[in-house]
């Protein structure tokens, strides 16, 4: 190889770096804006909220009922400040995957027993399939942040009386987890956004709010633990999500 054939490659590795710098870049430009205009909207609400009821300009029964729907946005924040401080310490440079020996279905039971006041508003059944003793050999935080927003986003677009399960296969050199749920499913176009922050915000079968930021953190996360997600949908049959990971 000669030296204008080196020089050649460093230039492409060079601009590859800088387009995915760049794409970086623009994604948490994009994701911050949404989180100002997010909160921005919560507390100019609560705030016009809080003054027509203290000048008495709304009667108490109006004022009562709009509580449950602010609660509901306040909540959605406060998990968005939530996974924006998870995913910003997974950013830093000193940040390490910590690997051990992770049962899929003790995670699994555990995000059970996390999510069972959603799994009861919605009457929903979130089921195990597989082999329970299937272990990976992973961040067991980052893997948990993981299924949880996936289990969240199907239990939010899946319909009351619903199944939703969750499937551990594992293969000779990989461990995939499959996420599957029956719920609205989705068009093509917004599996390719998955992400991305485009198309947002969503709202699930009860309107529960959500801006996609979650995904984007769950993207990363999968990322970090060398792994895949594939995404696969059909209106009106429901969603699959897979991850693999190697074994």
Do not use: C
């Not at 995913?87 to 699994?108: A, C, M, R, Y």
């Not at 893997?143 to 551990?168: D, H, M, P, T, W």
């Not at 009860?206 to 209106?235: P, T, Y």
């Amino acid at each position: 190889m000669n030296i204008d054939n080196i020089a050649s490659d460093n230039q492409e590795n060079n601009q590859q770096t800088i387009e995915q710098l760049r794409a970086e870049s623009q994604l948490k430009t994009k994701w911050l804006s949404l989180i100002a205009h997010d909160f921005k909207g919560l507390f100019s609400n609560i705030q016009l909220l809080l003054d027509a009821f203290e000048n008495k300009s709304i009667p108490q029964e109006l004022f009562m009922s709009m509580l449950p729907e602010l609660k509901q946005i306040a909540e959605k924040n406060a998990k968005t400040l939530a996974n924006t401080f998870t995913w910003v310490n997974s950013q830093t440079n000193g940040f390490k995957p910590h690997i051990e020996d992770v049962v899929i279905h003790n995670l699994f039971l555990e995000l059970k027993d996390e999510l069972s006041e959603h799994l009861v508003l919605k009457e929903l059944s979130l089921q195990f399939v597989g082999n329970k003793e299937i272990s990976l050999s992973t961040d067991k935080f980052l893997l948990q942040f993981i299924l949880k927003q996936i289990v969240e986003n199907a239990i939010k677009y899946s319909n009351k009386r619903g199944v939703i399960e969750v499937i551990a296969h594992s293969e000779s050199n990989s461990v995939n987890i499959t996420i599957k749920d029956r719920g609205v499913g989705m068009k093509e176009s917004i599996i390719n956004d998955i992400g991305t922050l485009n198309n947002s915000p969503y709202t699930g079968t009860m309107q529960e709010k959500g801006a996609g930021l979650s995904l984007v953190i769950v993207k990363d996360f999968v990322k970090l633990l060398n792994g895949r997600m594939a995404v696969a949908s059909v209106i009106n049959q429901g969603s699959t999500v897979t991850l693999s990971f190697h074994h």
